[in-house]
């Protein structure tokens, strides 16, 4: 390992100016490199190595199990790292900032100055910060493109290795372009390495990537084992960090959803909820412990030595007694507009939320909501949280949904039903379609605060977001404008890409 770092470190010295678009550089042994110098304890945690590696290439990557499984888990040890910065890890808190979830303590005051334009709606072309998704997001489609086209040239893996990591690959390239399409909108779809082409792609609609998203999905639903693997992409696992069959399969009953085909939506959350000897709804103060029964797609802690921790999100949203900070400790704190949400005797606020009550010279008193969802926010602390990607809760929701647009009232009142049972709530009445969508929407709004965009892209995709943060935006010191629920594109790229059209109103 130690020559292997060596070498791939030398690799980035060489070829550091990477873009995707345009680089002309050999990115695939850069980007091999790059996934294998950040994530040596990734390896040595996940990939067993017998003998170090002193020649690396784009074509060799490709040749053993063991390299070829190292890019995947690179790409899921690099998530769960990123929670600043425009990593896939920040969908959780950005999208929240955007929307109606999260206040940023001191506002304009605070010295978080990547945050304060997505918390005032108040984005330019030139204001994204760090916070940069599209450059992220589409560095990690690169990533698995590379590795589709390695993983189908390659006649040396052995096949239940190969067909995992081609079908783990498809899967993170139609996650990556549905948070591309549900943040920016229209975009270009890049499925080659060839830059040539890459640099020069148009925007294209979004209905057309939909159907690349559900096309992968539906690739990975063949090719993904059911059961849960290990970081050799073989061996049978208790660990859920490893995308399978059933992941696939949320992942695609979600997007019907969003591209409002109905009956494939409640199909496909169907036979994830049938899967009763994986799944089943967990109590509400089990949820998001380590490999819970609701547990779908998890990512695993970032086991630095010096520094273990369980989630990025405990670290970030846990309050301390002394309450939120204007500085980069500890900056948000949950909005009254999801704390008035919760229902009287809602379980899920006073085990998924908690709150400090802090005094300040001669102020009252006020009390500090943050998210509770992650509770262990000490370093070095026993690792018995992961951060949850898919869980079957969603999957109810889904089918909920579905159901009331299919006029099946009923089914959908049901599955509304058992997650608000969970929640320790009633049943409640439902007699029409729009009743029980409203219903669906609230329940959604309780039981996915805070998790990876639900919020936004619910508000989006059910037109109800002009109603909303027309009040909200002003709230928190912008002003609203329809525009503002796609994010734009940064100037850098409109530069490289003479194609890259910007979004309405930047």
Do not use: M
């Given at each position: 390992m130690k020559q292997l770092i060596i070498f791939t470190r030398n690799i980035l010295r060489k070829n550091f100016r990477l873009n995707y678009y345009s680089n002309k550089y050999n990115i695939r042994l850069y980007i091999f490199s790059f996934v294998i110098l950040i994530y040596p304890t990734s390896c040595k945690k996940s990939i067993s190595i017998n003998a170090p590696i002193t020649s690396i290439n784009g074509k060799n990557v490709y040749q053993t199990d063991i390299t070829a499984a190292a890019v995947m888990t690179g790409i899921y040890v690099k998530m769960t790292s990123t929670l600043h910065g425009g990593g896939l890890a920040s969908l959780s808190l950005v999208p929240a900032l955007s929307a109606d979830e999260l206040i940023l303590y001191g506002g304009t005051s605070s010295t978080n100055k990547d945050y304060i334009p997505y918390y005032l709606n108040l984005l330019t072309r030139s204001t994204t910060g760090s916070m940069d998704f599209s450059a992220t997001i589409y560095l990690t489609i690169y990533i698995t493109n590379t590795a589709i086209n390695g993983l189908i040239n390659s006649s040396t893996l052995t096949p239940l290795v190969k067909n995992q990591l081609l079908g783990e690959a498809k899967f993170m390239r139609s996650f990556c372009y549905f948070y591309l399409v549900n943040l920016y909108g229209d975009v270009p779809l890049a499925l080659t390495t060839d830059y040539t082409i890459t640099s020069v792609l148009p925007r294209v609609p979004k209905k057309q990537v939909l159907q690349q998203i559900i096309s992968d999905l539906k690739d990975a639903q063949t090719l993904l084992t059911d059961n849960y693997v290990a970081g050799n992409a073989k061996s049978l696992t208790e660990e859920r960090v490893r995308p399978n069959k059933w992941a696939a399969t949320a992942l695609l009953a979600r997007t019907y959803l969003y591209d409002e085909s109905w009956d494939n939506a409640e199909k496909e959350a169907t036979l994830v909820?049938?899967?009763?000897?994986?799944?089943?709804?967990?109590?509400?103060?089990?949820?998001?412990?380590?490999?819970?029964?609701?547990?779908?797609?998890?990512?695993?802690?970032?086991?630095?030595?010096?520094?273990?921790?369980?989630?990025?999100?405990?670290?970030?949203?846990?309050?301390?007694?002394?309450?939120?900070?204007?500085?980069?400790?500890?900056?948000?704190?949950?909005?009254?507009?999801?704390?008035?949400?919760?229902?009287?005797?809602?379980?899920?606020?006073?085990?998924?939320?908690?709150?400090?009550?802090?005094?300040?010279?001669?102020?009252?008193?006020?009390?500090?909501?943050?998210?509770?969802?992650?509770?262990?926010?000490?370093?070095?602390?026993?690792?018995?949280?992961?951060?949850?990607?898919?869980?079957?809760?969603?999957?109810?929701?889904?089918?909920?949904?579905?159901?009331?647009?299919?006029?099946?009232?009923?089914?959908?009142t049901d599955d509304l039903s058992l997650i608000r049972a969970r929640a320790g709530l009633p049943e409640t009445p439902l007699s029409t379609k729009e009743a029980l969508l409203s219903a669906v929407l609230h329940e959604r709004q309780v039981e996915l605060f805070m998790e990876w965009g639900h919020r936004w892209f619910d508000l989006k995709r059910t037109k109800k977001i002009n109603e909303v943060m027309s009040i909200v935006t002003p709230q928190k010191g912008g002003t609203w404008n329809p525009n503002w629920q796609l994010y734009p594109f940064r100037d850098v790229e409109l530069g490289r890409d003479p194609n890259l059209v910007q979004n309405d109103g930047y």
């Open positions: 909820i049938n899967n009763s000897s994986l799944y089943h709804l967990n109590t509400i103060n089990e949820v998001f412990l380590r490999n819970s029964n609701e547990t779908i797609w998890a990512l695993q802690p970032t086991l630095n030595p010096t520094n273990v921790s369980n989630t990025e999100d405990a670290k970030l949203f846990v309050l301390p007694a002394t309450g939120p900070t204007i500085n980069t400790l500890y900056p948000f704190y949950l909005s009254q507009n999801v704390i008035a949400s919760f229902e009287k005797g809602d379980e899920r606020k006073t085990n998924w939320t908690d709150s400090v009550v802090v005094k300040q010279n001669n102020t009252p008193p006020k009390t500090y909501y943050f998210p509770y969802k992650y509770k262990i926010s000490a370093p070095n602390a026993a690792v018995e949280e992961y951060t949850i990607v898919l869980r079957l809760a969603e999957q109810y929701l889904i089918r909920a949904e579905a159901r009331a647009h299919l006029g099946n009232l009923k089914g959908g």
